[in-house]
Antibody, heavy 124, light 108 residues
Framework: EVQLVQSGAEVKKPGESLRISCKGS????????ISWVRQMPGKGLEWMGR????????NYSPSFQGHVTISADKSISTAYLQWSSLKASDTAMYYC?????????????????WGKGTTVTVSS | DIQMTQSPSSLSASVGDRVTITCRAS??????LNWYQQKPGKAPKLLIY???SLQSGVPSRFSGSGSGTDFTLTISSLQPEDFATYYC??????????FGPGTKVDIK
Protein backbone atom coordinates (compact mmCIF):
# COMPACT_ATOMS: atom_id res chain seq x y z
CA GLU A 1 0.00 0.00 0.00
CA VAL A 2 1.31 3.42 -0.96
CA GLN A 3 1.29 5.71 2.05
CA LEU A 4 2.85 8.72 3.66
CA VAL A 5 3.16 8.57 7.44
CA GLN A 6 3.65 11.86 9.22
CA SER A 7 5.10 12.49 12.64
CA GLY A 8 2.92 13.29 15.60
CA ALA A 9 1.43 16.49 16.92
CA GLU A 10 3.78 19.13 18.32
CA VAL A 11 3.34 21.87 20.90
CA LYS A 12 6.08 24.46 20.91
CA LYS A 13 6.86 27.94 22.23
CA PRO A 14 7.60 30.95 20.01
CA GLY A 15 11.23 31.07 19.00
CA GLU A 16 11.76 27.33 19.29
CA SER A 17 12.89 25.16 16.41
CA LEU A 18 11.00 22.21 14.99
CA ARG A 19 11.31 19.51 12.37
CA ILE A 20 8.38 17.34 11.30
CA SER A 21 8.66 14.31 9.08
CA CYS A 22 6.86 12.43 6.33
CA LYS A 23 7.88 8.83 5.57
CA GLY A 24 6.93 7.27 2.28
CA SER A 25 6.38 3.56 1.78
CA UNK A 26 5.00 1.22 -0.86
CA UNK A 27 6.57 3.07 -3.78
CA UNK A 28 9.90 4.33 -5.10
CA UNK A 29 10.45 7.38 -2.90
CA UNK A 30 12.85 9.03 -5.36
CA UNK A 31 10.42 8.81 -8.28
CA UNK A 32 7.98 11.43 -6.98
CA UNK A 33 8.29 14.89 -5.53
CA ILE A 34 6.97 15.58 -2.04
CA SER A 35 4.97 18.76 -1.46
CA TRP A 36 4.07 20.36 1.85
CA VAL A 37 0.70 22.07 2.35
CA ARG A 38 -0.39 24.26 5.25
CA GLN A 39 -3.92 24.60 6.58
CA MET A 40 -4.42 27.18 9.27
CA PRO A 41 -7.37 26.64 11.64
CA GLY A 42 -10.63 27.04 9.75
CA LYS A 43 -8.85 28.13 6.57
CA GLY A 44 -8.01 26.77 3.13
CA LEU A 45 -5.06 24.93 1.68
CA GLU A 46 -1.76 26.69 0.98
CA TRP A 47 1.03 25.08 -1.02
CA MET A 48 4.33 25.73 0.76
CA GLY A 49 6.92 24.11 -1.45
CA ARG A 50 8.23 20.84 -2.75
CA UNK A 51 11.31 18.69 -2.93
CA UNK A 52 12.57 16.18 -5.45
CA UNK A 53 13.97 13.43 -3.19
CA UNK A 54 16.21 12.11 -5.96
CA UNK A 55 18.43 15.19 -5.86
CA UNK A 56 16.95 17.29 -3.02
CA UNK A 57 16.09 20.12 -5.41
CA UNK A 58 13.53 22.36 -3.74
CA ASN A 59 11.33 25.27 -4.59
CA TYR A 60 9.17 27.30 -2.25
CA SER A 61 6.15 29.50 -2.40
CA PRO A 62 7.26 33.11 -1.91
CA SER A 63 4.95 33.19 1.11
CA PHE A 64 7.12 30.61 2.87
CA GLN A 65 10.56 31.17 1.35
CA GLY A 66 13.08 31.92 4.06
CA HIS A 67 10.82 30.86 6.91
CA VAL A 68 10.81 27.10 6.44
CA THR A 69 13.22 24.53 5.05
CA ILE A 70 12.22 21.41 3.17
CA SER A 71 14.67 18.54 3.04
CA ALA A 72 14.73 14.81 2.43
CA ASP A 73 16.77 11.74 3.29
CA LYS A 74 16.24 9.29 0.47
CA SER A 75 18.07 6.54 2.34
CA ILE A 76 15.15 6.35 4.77
CA SER A 77 12.42 7.58 2.37
CA THR A 78 11.63 10.56 4.56
CA ALA A 79 10.95 14.19 3.84
CA TYR A 80 11.12 16.96 6.41
CA LEU A 81 9.70 20.39 7.05
CA GLN A 82 11.58 22.50 9.56
CA TRP A 83 11.51 25.86 11.26
CA SER A 84 14.42 27.54 13.04
CA SER A 85 12.27 30.01 14.95
CA LEU A 86 8.56 29.35 15.28
CA LYS A 87 5.90 32.04 15.51
CA ALA A 88 2.39 31.83 16.89
CA SER A 89 1.18 32.27 13.31
CA ASP A 90 2.77 28.91 12.40
CA THR A 91 -0.01 27.19 14.32
CA ALA A 92 -1.62 24.99 11.70
CA MET A 93 -2.06 21.54 10.27
CA TYR A 94 0.72 20.55 7.89
CA TYR A 95 0.24 17.91 5.21
CA CYS A 96 2.79 16.22 3.02
CA UNK A 97 1.65 14.87 -0.33
CA UNK A 98 3.16 12.82 -3.13
CA UNK A 99 3.38 14.86 -6.31
CA UNK A 100 2.86 12.91 -9.49
CA UNK A 101 4.40 14.09 -12.76
CA UNK A 102 2.46 12.63 -15.64
CA UNK A 103 3.44 13.19 -19.23
CA UNK A 104 0.74 14.97 -21.24
CA UNK A 105 1.12 17.85 -23.67
CA UNK A 106 3.64 18.98 -21.09
CA UNK A 107 3.66 17.46 -17.65
CA UNK A 108 0.60 17.21 -15.44
CA UNK A 109 1.34 17.56 -11.75
CA UNK A 110 -1.05 16.48 -9.05
CA UNK A 111 -0.97 15.28 -5.44
CA UNK A 112 -2.38 11.78 -5.34
CA UNK A 113 -1.37 10.46 -1.92
CA TRP A 114 -1.52 12.54 1.25
CA GLY A 115 -0.31 12.06 4.77
CA LYS A 116 -2.82 12.42 7.60
CA GLY A 117 -1.27 15.68 8.70
CA THR A 118 0.78 16.97 11.62
CA THR A 119 -0.74 19.53 13.96
CA VAL A 120 1.69 22.19 15.09
CA THR A 121 0.66 24.47 17.95
CA VAL A 122 2.87 27.41 18.86
CA SER A 123 1.91 29.14 22.07
CA SER A 124 3.67 30.80 24.94
CA ASP B 1 1.53 34.69 -9.81
CA ILE B 2 -1.55 32.81 -10.95
CA GLN B 3 -4.57 33.51 -8.74
CA MET B 4 -7.42 31.03 -8.40
CA THR B 5 -10.99 31.92 -7.50
CA GLN B 6 -13.94 29.64 -6.83
CA SER B 7 -17.66 30.20 -6.83
CA PRO B 8 -19.74 29.88 -4.89
CA SER B 9 -17.81 29.95 -1.62
CA SER B 10 -20.50 27.74 -0.13
CA LEU B 11 -23.71 26.09 -1.17
CA SER B 12 -26.49 24.09 0.36
CA ALA B 13 -27.85 21.14 -1.54
CA SER B 14 -29.94 18.03 -1.07
CA VAL B 15 -29.08 14.40 -1.67
CA GLY B 16 -29.67 13.67 -5.33
CA ASP B 17 -29.06 17.23 -6.50
CA ARG B 18 -26.75 18.08 -9.36
CA VAL B 19 -24.02 20.36 -8.05
CA THR B 20 -21.64 22.52 -10.06
CA ILE B 21 -18.64 24.38 -8.68
CA THR B 22 -16.69 26.88 -10.76
CA CYS B 23 -12.99 27.67 -10.64
CA ARG B 24 -11.35 30.52 -12.51
CA ALA B 25 -7.66 31.21 -13.11
CA SER B 26 -6.21 34.71 -13.46
CA UNK B 27 -4.49 33.63 -16.68
CA UNK B 28 -4.74 30.74 -19.06
CA UNK B 29 -3.57 27.48 -17.48
CA UNK B 30 -4.56 25.18 -20.37
CA UNK B 31 -5.84 22.00 -18.67
CA UNK B 32 -3.42 22.08 -15.74
CA LEU B 33 -6.14 22.03 -13.12
CA ASN B 34 -6.84 19.59 -10.30
CA TRP B 35 -9.76 19.16 -7.91
CA TYR B 36 -9.57 17.92 -4.31
CA GLN B 37 -12.19 17.02 -1.72
CA GLN B 38 -11.61 17.57 1.98
CA LYS B 39 -13.85 16.38 4.78
CA PRO B 40 -13.59 17.85 8.28
CA GLY B 41 -10.57 16.58 10.16
CA LYS B 42 -9.28 14.65 7.16
CA ALA B 43 -6.56 15.09 4.59
CA PRO B 44 -7.54 16.28 1.11
CA LYS B 45 -8.31 13.66 -1.50
CA LEU B 46 -7.60 13.94 -5.22
CA LEU B 47 -10.74 13.73 -7.35
CA ILE B 48 -9.83 15.08 -10.80
CA TYR B 49 -6.53 15.87 -12.46
CA UNK B 50 -5.70 17.46 -15.80
CA UNK B 51 -9.08 19.22 -15.66
CA UNK B 52 -11.16 16.19 -16.60
CA SER B 53 -9.34 12.95 -15.72
CA LEU B 54 -11.02 11.00 -12.95
CA GLN B 55 -8.60 9.69 -10.32
CA SER B 56 -8.72 5.95 -9.85
CA GLY B 57 -11.33 4.89 -7.32
CA VAL B 58 -13.32 8.12 -7.47
CA PRO B 59 -17.03 7.61 -8.23
CA SER B 60 -18.15 8.46 -11.75
CA ARG B 61 -20.71 10.98 -10.46
CA PHE B 62 -17.75 13.36 -10.21
CA SER B 63 -16.64 15.02 -13.42
CA GLY B 64 -14.47 17.94 -14.42
CA SER B 65 -14.41 20.14 -17.48
CA GLY B 66 -12.89 23.31 -18.84
CA SER B 67 -9.64 24.69 -20.18
CA GLY B 68 -7.92 28.03 -20.35
CA THR B 69 -9.24 30.06 -17.44
CA ASP B 70 -12.65 28.55 -16.62
CA PHE B 71 -13.26 25.16 -15.09
CA THR B 72 -16.11 23.28 -13.45
CA LEU B 73 -16.48 20.36 -11.07
CA THR B 74 -19.83 18.64 -11.33
CA ILE B 75 -21.39 16.11 -8.98
CA SER B 76 -24.20 14.55 -10.97
CA SER B 77 -26.21 13.22 -8.03
CA LEU B 78 -25.06 14.38 -4.61
CA GLN B 79 -24.60 11.63 -2.05
CA PRO B 80 -24.42 11.95 1.74
CA GLU B 81 -20.67 11.29 1.72
CA ASP B 82 -20.08 14.18 -0.72
CA PHE B 83 -20.72 16.90 1.83
CA ALA B 84 -17.27 18.42 2.09
CA THR B 85 -15.11 21.32 0.94
CA TYR B 86 -13.79 21.26 -2.61
CA TYR B 87 -10.60 22.95 -3.77
CA CYS B 88 -9.24 23.57 -7.23
CA UNK B 89 -5.49 23.83 -7.75
CA UNK B 90 -3.47 24.93 -10.75
CA UNK B 91 -0.35 23.08 -11.83
CA UNK B 92 0.53 25.27 -14.82
CA UNK B 93 3.12 27.14 -12.80
CA UNK B 94 5.37 24.41 -11.47
CA UNK B 95 7.13 26.90 -9.22
CA UNK B 96 3.94 27.77 -7.35
CA UNK B 97 1.03 25.34 -7.19
CA UNK B 98 -1.77 27.59 -5.97
CA PHE B 99 -5.09 26.43 -4.56
CA GLY B 100 -8.44 28.11 -4.86
CA PRO B 101 -10.13 29.31 -1.64
CA GLY B 102 -12.51 26.36 -1.50
CA THR B 103 -16.24 25.70 -1.85
CA LYS B 104 -18.09 24.20 1.09
CA VAL B 105 -20.99 21.94 0.19
CA ASP B 106 -23.40 21.31 3.04
CA ILE B 107 -26.81 19.83 3.58
CA LYS B 108 -29.89 21.87 2.77
Amino acid sequence: EVQLVQSGAEVKKPGESLRISCKGSGYSFTSYWISWVRQMPGKGLEWMGRIDPSDSYTNYSPSFQGHVTISADKSISTAYLQWSSLKASDTAMYYCARQVQQLGPGYYYYMDVWGKGTTVTVSS
Amino acid sequence: DIQMTQSPSSLSASVGDRVTITCRASQSISSYLNWYQQKPGKAPKLLIYAASSLQSGVPSRFSGSGSGTDFTLTISSLQPEDFATYYCQQSYSTLLFTFGPGTKVDIK
